[in-house]
Nanobody, 126 residues
Framework: QVQLVESGGGLVQAGGSLRLSCAAS????????MGWFRQAPGKERELVAA????????YIADSVKGRFTISRDNPKNTVYLQMNSLKPEDMAVYYC???????????????????WGQGTQVTVSS
């Protein structure tokens, strides 16, 4: 049974930092591309960052470029989202997702992801 469990969310002041973690189990982590998404109330889920199975290729959304970074530790079956210089508009539920891939590329289409975590809330106070 595949499980993705996010952690690290919480309340932070604008300008602060958080690091989200997503621990994966029940899958061969190194053959999955990973993504971090977020969904704010009343808005569609959006891709924030994506990472290839090796970690060599990344995608960062324009809205967070220069502030967020995505990384992974394959031996630990974990993907991270480092969030710096947080803004009130970053407030959302953050989800990690996994997609089994045959090549070492990023997956940027929401519908392609097979597995999702339960989400972790990030609240940014102004």
């Amino acid at each position: 049974q595949v499980q993705l469990v996010e952690s690290g969310g919480g309340l932070v002041q604008a300008g602060g930092s958080l690091r989200l973690s997503c621990a994966a189990s029940g899958l061969t982590f190194s053959i999955y591309a990973m993504g971090w998404f977020r969904q704010a109330p009343g808005k569609e889920r959006e891709l924030v960052a994506a990472l290839s199975r090796s970690g060599r290729s990344t995608y960062i959304a324009d809205s967070v470029k220069g502030r967020f970074t995505i990384s992974r530790d394959n031996p630990k079956n974990t993907v991270y989202l480092q969030m710096n210089s947080l803004k009130p508009e970053d407030m959302a539920v953050y989800y990690c997702a996994a997609e089994r891939v045959r090549t070492d590329g990023v997956v940027v289409t929401t519908q392609e992801y097979d597995y999702w975590g339960q989400g972790t809330q990030v609240t940014v106070s102004s």
